[in-house]
């Protein structure tokens, strides 16, 4: 499903280089986690593939589905089914949480010729994703994560996941700034996905997340690469040994 | 002669050219003849405004003080009116000129509305009480030629007088592009409330606004695409715990400056100037902005949000004046621009003239492009990126259109909002 070889990116005005030649691939119906030292490049990745400004890919490709992602406007990107959960969502004010969740929504719907859903099944749609991520009507109703702790915001990411469906999610640390029992709230929402035609791309700093959600495959990611793949079995590793003796033995 | 003489006598030409293309009101009392007399003496005093004037630096005053001839009220097709739905009498101006036939009655319980021209023949105390007072009073610190020009000649307008404790509304709109001087006197007794909405502008347009103790006014005014140049005063003598609400919605006008001159003059007095200016193309629009404290414990709001695109200028000049004694005076001013494109420009001039020691005065100004992090997080969840571009202009402006206290209004401008970003394309 989504197909990164060999990318290459920089630094727009810094001209530094960042990833250097990363490689990964995500099959459909798989969750994929990817950890890393602070500096190696997890946050840059999920950038460039979502399409923010400010990043130069100086080679390799992604591409979802076998179509170039990297070609795309970031908004298109999305049509395709691309979401990057971010690790700091966006504050907007002035802009209604339920107004931008169904233009949202309704942009992606007529991007793919479908029809725009109606406002009773909105609400109804929202109302129920919401309850199961315990978002009460009030956070609903305030312009978007204004005013959100911490944990909110990050509920209002797979909030917005759960409605927009998308086949290729990414999350970015997703679990930073979550207390233990906004960690459940959050992995029951992403486990709620998973899904035989959906693909994810879990990047944290620890093990903690996979216990609750169980990737398939992890990547160890350093100095702009991947260094290490195998199974949930390495994220233990980590856990336990840190980063330096894996970053030795790939050395 | 010194250059700076050489200077006045010009605008002082300029101004006698503008008269003598104007005819002079006829038939008149008295004390209205008196009146006018006195604004053309005024004039030709304080002359035509000029680009070295210190209001005048960032808006070319040319197209204002060129000698212009009235336009003719001939029937010319109707154009919409955003205040369509609301409740209230409609009075409608061509090209400045009242038509009572196209027009709703006049008057309504506890509201008398009446027609200028005829009270200026008359010998009606609350014309001679309201019309060129205020305006005189406004020039106190600052040249307003353009008012004193309107004092002079203008003959159309209403004398609207509120006195019931039920909110009173009137929708007065003016329809035609032709050159026509209008002028309004309200006057709003003691615990009365009352609603002036406005659309179309006329290209020169004077309100003076009365508010005795308790009263409570509000001023909704939608400038949509007016093709030459307009320019609007509104003079208001706000008394004790009266409160004053005005919002001017200005979208794409060629060419248009309003001034809001207020004077905050008994305690607890309270007065609201809002705007907002959303400007494409080759566009030019500046509010400009005099609040005077001048009683203790009063609290006055400017709130001035801008959308410039295209080569268009935005302009912002807003002043409040503290005078000795006016304690515990609560003054903010906040004037913002967004702008979509280089080639936009805005330019704001706060000001601050504080004589009173124990007051607590702020103002704030900001320039930038829409926050580029707020739209990339809008178009990574599909929303394409006009679209995005449209909800945080809505949003923006809407940060001035809450100003507005009836929602039914707020939404009316929110409206008109969306119909100018659905025609940027």
Same mark, same amino acid.
């Given at each position: 499903?989504?197909?990164?070889?060999?990318?290459?990116?920089?630094?727009?005005?810094?001209?530094?280089?960042?990833?250097?030649?990363?490689?990964?691939e995500?099959?459909?119906?798989?969750?994929?986690?990817?950890?890393?030292?602070?500096?190696?490049?997890?946050?840059?990745?999920?950038?460039?593939?979502?399409?923010?400004?400010?990043?130069?890919?100086?080679?390799?490709?992604?591409?979802?589905?076998?179509?170039?992602?990297?070609?795309?406007?970031?908004?298109?990107r999305?049509?395709?089914?691309?979401?990057?959960?971010?690790?700091?969502?966006?504050e907007?004010?002035?802009?209604?949480?339920m107004?931008?969740?169904?233009?949202?929504?309704?942009?992606?719907?007529?991007?793919?010729?479908e029809?725009?859903i109606?406002?009773?099944?909105?609400?109804?749609?929202?109302?129920?994703?919401?309850?199961?991520?315990?978002?009460?009507?009030?956070?609903?109703?305030r312009?978007?994560?204004?005013?959100?702790?911490?944990?909110?915001?990050k509920?209002?990411?797979?909030?917005?996941?759960?409605?927009?469906?998308?086949?290729?999610?990414?999350l970015?640390?997703?679990?930073?700034?979550?207390?233990?029992?906004?960690?459940?709230?959050?992995?029951?929402?992403?486990?709620?996905?998973?899904?035989a035609?959906?693909?994810?791309?879990?990047?944290?700093?620890?093990?903690r997340?996979?216990?609750?959600?169980k990737?398939?495959?992890?990547?160890?990611?350093?100095?702009?690469?991947?260094?290490?793949?195998?199974?949930?079995?390495?994220?233990?590793?980590?856990?336990?040994?840190?980063?330096?003796?894996?970053?030795?033995?790939?050395? | 002669m010194?250059?700076?003489?050489?200077?006045?006598?010009?605008?002082?030409?300029?101004?006698?050219a503008?008269?003598?293309?104007?005819?002079?009101?006829?038939?008149?009392?008295?004390?209205?003849?008196?009146?006018?007399?006195?604004?053309?003496?005024?004039?030709?005093?304080?002359?035509?405004?000029?680009?070295?004037?210190?209001?005048?630096?960032?808006?070319?005053?040319e197209?204002?003080?060129?000698?212009?001839?009235?336009?003719?009220?001939?029937?010319?097709?109707?154009?919409?009116?955003?205040?369509?739905?609301?409740?209230?009498?409609?009075?409608?101006?061509?090209?400045?000129h009242?038509? #009572?036939? !196209?027009?709703?009655?006049?008057?309504? +319980? %506890? =509201?008398?509305?009446? *027609?200028?021209?005829?009270?200026? $023949?008359?010998?009606?105390?609350?014309?001679?009480?309201?019309f060129?007072?205020?305006?005189?009073?406004?020039?106190?610190?600052v040249?307003?030629?353009? #008012?004193? !020009?309107?004092?002079?000649?203008?003959? +159309? %307008? =209403?004398?609207i007088q *509120?006195?019931?404790?039920?909110? $009173?509304?009137?929708?007065?709109?003016?329809?035609?592009?032709?050159?026509?001087?209008?002028?309004?006197?309200?006057?709003?007794?003691?615990?009365a409330?009352?609603? !002036?909405?406005?659309?179309?502008t006329?290209?020169?347009?004077?309100?003076?606004?009365?508010?005795?103790?308790?009263?409570i006014?509000?001023?909704v005014?939608?400038?949509?695409?007016?093709?030459?140049?307009?320019?609007?005063h509104?003079?208001?003598?706000?008394?004790?715990?009266?409160?004053?609400?005005?919002?001017?919605?200005?979208?794409?006008?060629?060419?248009?400056?309003?001034?809001?001159?207020?004077?905050?003059?008994?305690?607890?007095?309270?007065?609201?100037?809002?705007?907002?200016?959303?400007?494409?193309?080759?566009?030019?629009?500046?509010?400009?902005?005099?609040?005077?404290?001048?009683?203790?414990?009063?609290e006055?709001?400017?709130?001035?949000?801008?959308?410039?695109?295209?080569?268009?200028?935005?302009?912002?000049?807003?002043?409040?004046?503290?005078?000795?004694?006016?304690?515990?005076?609560?003054?903010?001013?906040?004037?913002?621009?967004?702008?979509?494109?280089?080639?936009a420009?805005?330019?704001?001039?706060?000001?601050?003239?504080?004589?009173?020691?124990?007051?607590?005065?702020?103002?704030?100004?900001?320039?930038?492009?829409?926050?580029?992090?707020?739209?990339?997080?809008?178009?990574?969840?599909?929303?394409?990126?006009a679209?995005?571009?449209a909800?945080l202009?809505?949003?923006?402006?809407?940060?001035?259109?809450?100003?507005?206290a009836?929602?039914?209004?707020?939404?009316?401008?929110?409206?008109?909002?969306?119909?100018?970003?659905?025609?940027?394309?």
């Open positions: 499903m989504l197909k990164v070889e060999n990318l290459q990116v920089s630094l727009e005005e810094e001209d530094k280089q960042i990833l250097k030649g990363l490689t990964l995500v099959p459909a119906g798989e969750v994929h986690a990817i950890m890393g030292p602070n500096g190696s490049g997890k946050s840059t990745l999920s950038y460039v593939l979502a399409g923010r400004d400010g990043y130069e890919v100086t080679g390799g490709s992604a591409t979802l589905d076998g179509e170039d992602v990297l070609e795309m406007e970031p908004e298109e999305a049509a395709a089914g691309l979401f990057l959960a971010f690790q700091y969502p966006v907007i004010p002035g802009v209604g949480n107004t931008f969740l169904r233009t949202a929504l309704n942009a992606q719907r007529k991007s793919r010729g029809e725009e109606s406002a009773p099944d909105f609400l109804k749609l929202v109302r129920s994703k919401a309850k199961e991520l315990s978002i009460d009507a009030d956070m609903l109703k312009p978007v994560n204004v005013g959100f702790s911490g944990g909110e915001k509920r209002n990411e797979i909030l917005q996941m759960a409605i927009l469906e998308p086949r290729m999610c990414i970015d640390e997703t679990d930073s700034g979550l207390d233990v029992d906004a960690m459940k709230l959050v992995s029951q929402g992403v486990n709620a996905l998973r899904d035609g959906r693909g994810f791309l879990v990047i944290t700093h620890y093990q997340l996979l216990d609750h959600i990737p398939d495959v992890v990547h160890i990611m350093a100095d702009g690469r991947v260094v290490e793949t195998g199974g949930p079995e390495l994220a233990l590793k980590v856990e336990n040994e840190g980063y330096a003796d894996i970053l030795a033995s790939v050395a | 010194s250059r700076k003489a050489e200077l006045q006598n010009a605008k002082r030409l300029a101004a006698e503008q008269l003598s293309a104007l005819p002079m009101p006829v038939g008149e009392a008295n004390w209205a003849r008196d009146t006018r007399a006195k604004a053309r003496a005024r004039l030709l005093d304080a002359g035509a405004p000029a680009r070295r004037d210190e209001y005048w630096r960032y808006t070319n005053p197209e204002f003080a060129a000698p212009a001839a009235l336009a003719d009220a001939a029937d010319i097709a109707a154009e919409p009116d955003p205040f369509e739905a609301i409740a209230a009498p409609k009075i409608r101006f061509i090209n400045g009242l038509r #009572a036939d !196209l027009s709703d009655p006049l008057g309504q +319980q %506890g =509201l008398a509305v009446a *027609a200028l021209q005829p009270t200026l $023949q008359q010998d009606i105390s609350i014309g001679a009480q309201l060129g007072q205020l305006e005189a009073r406004g020039q106190d610190m040249p307003r030629p353009l #008012a004193v !020009l309107n004092t002079a000649v203008a003959t +159309q %307008g =209403l004398v *509120a006195t019931g404790t039920a909110v $009173q509304r009137v929708a007065y709109q003016q329809i035609g592009a032709g050159i026509g001087f209008v002028r309004h006197l309200i006057r709003v007794e003691s615990g409330e009352f609603t !002036l909405l406005e659309s179309g006329p290209s020169n347009s004077v309100i003076e606004v009365d508010l005795a103790d308790g009263a006014f509000h001023h005014r939608v400038q949509v695409a007016p093709d030459s140049a307009r320019a609007t509104v003079f208001a003598r706000i008394a004790g715990n009266a409160a004053f609400k005005s919002f001017t919605l200005t979208a794409d006008g060629k060419l248009t400056r309003n001034e809001t001159v207020i004077e905050l003059v008994g305690g607890e007095a309270s007065g609201h100037i809002a705007g907002a200016v959303l400007a494409e193309g080759d566009t030019h629009t500046d509010s400009t902005v005099f609040v005077t404290h001048d009683a203790v414990n009063c006055s709001r400017q709130v001035f949000k801008n959308v410039v695109g295209g080569t268009a200028k935005s302009i912002f000049q807003g002043k409040i004046y503290v005078k000795e004694g006016a304690q515990k005076t609560d003054g903010y001013q906040i004037s913002q621009a967004v702008l979509l494109n280089d080639g420009e805005f330019s704001a001039k706060p000001e601050l003239e504080i004589y009173a020691d124990d007051v607590a005065c702020s103002h704030g100004s900001t320039t930038g492009a829409l926050d580029p992090t707020a739209m990339f997080y809008l178009r990574s969840r599909g929303v394409p990126k679209e995005a571009e909800l202009i809505a949003a923006f402006a809407d940060e001035a259109i809450e100003e507005i009836d929602t039914e209004l707020g939404d009316i401008v929110r409206n008109e909002v969306a119909k100018w970003m659905a025609g940027r394309g």
